[in-house]
């Protein structure tokens, strides 16, 4: 295994990287290596090929915590178990089923991870590198994320949605660490630009025209398993934190790394830590991101339909 020590070197390695891909070639540096990670999705990538020869998806979707509905509604659908996929791993909690299924939806080629994983369930962050990238190789261009979260907005109403306009990593870890594969992206990929502006507006106007409260901020990903504490909560308001949750930021910075364009909507399924007298719990989550899932998914089948 090699062993990759951060230097100032790095900020040349960037120059190299960049000048070198113009003209097809492979960087210099010895940051760059065989990432294991890769090599699972490209064999996924012959697995998902094998079993669904037409599938050609170019958008891809996460579905998280009790939103798994909108994979029901793919048409002439193929369904692969993550156990059946090489680096995909199963998710242990209810509300995610661990499922890839491809198939039509709003007339788009699409690819479903119905069901995430969570970094609280023991998974180190690379854990999420090959689903993203087996849904680039199989040539999805963009990747909608959906999340259930808790609204540091006082006045959010449990069970309305979020578009996410940029987040704050608080996770401790970084999916990109480790040997970076140049056939992606870049050693230090930008996260100025991590949601997409255009989709982000088609979705505030698709809202509108459903009649869909829509609000927008800023995405906190903490570990989890534990809620936050009200003193947590009050820190991530001082940091600009609108909505906090368990997830989403390793698959979105998975996907940017590879180019991909990304848009995110959370459910607020509950006010955040000390901010109502309600107890927290996943009950609740479920229950509100339940009753949020048809908002949802008809926000996101009018993206559809305009990408
Ligand atoms: N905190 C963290 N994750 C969550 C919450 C919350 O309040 N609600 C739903 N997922």
């Known amino acids: 295994m090699r062993v990759v020590v951060a230097t100032a070197e790095h900020a040349v390695d960037v120059e190299s990287w960049a000048h070198r891909a113009r003209r097809g070639k492979r960087p210099l540096s010895r940051c760059y290596g065989p ?16 079993r669904a020869p037409n599938a050609a998806p170019t958008v891809g979707l996460v579905l998280g915590s009790g939103l798994g509905g909108l994979a029901e509604r ?14 995909f791993p199963v998710p242990s909690v209810e509300g995610h089923a661990g499922r890839l299924v491809l198939g039509t939806l709003a007339g788009k080629q699409v690819a479903c991870l119905q069901g995430r994983v969570h970094l609280y369930e023991g998974h180190s962050p690379q854990t999420v590198v090959p689903m993203i990238r087996t849904l680039s190789l199989l040539g999805c261009a963009t990747l909608i994320a959906t999340n259930a979260a808790g609204a540091l907005d006082p006045d959010a109403t449990p069970g309305s949605l979020m578009l996410i306009t940029d987040h704050i990593n608080m996770q401790s870890g970084n999916p990109l660490v480790g040997p970076n594969d140049e056939a992606f992206g870049p050693r230090f990929p930008a996260m100025d630009r991590a949601y997409d502006a255009e989709l982000a507006q088609w979705l505030r106007e698709g809202a509108k025209t459903l009649g869909i409260a829509l609000r927008e901020g800023v995405y906190l990903a903490t570990l989890g398993p534990t809620f936050e504490t009200p003193a947590e909560i009050r820190a991530f308001g001082v940091m600009g934190a609108n909505a906090v949750g368990m997830s989403t930021v390793p698959e979105v910075i998975v996907a940017r790394h590879a180019g991909m364009r990304v ?25 509100y991101s339940a009753l949020a899932a048809d908002d949802l998914q008809k926000l996101i089948i009018g993206l559809l339909a305009k990408l």
């Open 35 to 50: 990432a294991p990670v890769s090599e699972q999705a490209r064999q996924a990538l012959e697995i998902v090929r094998k």
């Open 74 to 87: 793919v048409q002439d659908a193929t369904i692969i178990e993550f156990a059946d996929l090489p680096g």
């Open 263 to 287: 848009a995110a909507v959370s459910v607020l399924t509950n006010l955040a830590a000390g901010l109502s007298k309600e107890d927290l719990s996943h009950e609740q989550t479920l229950h």
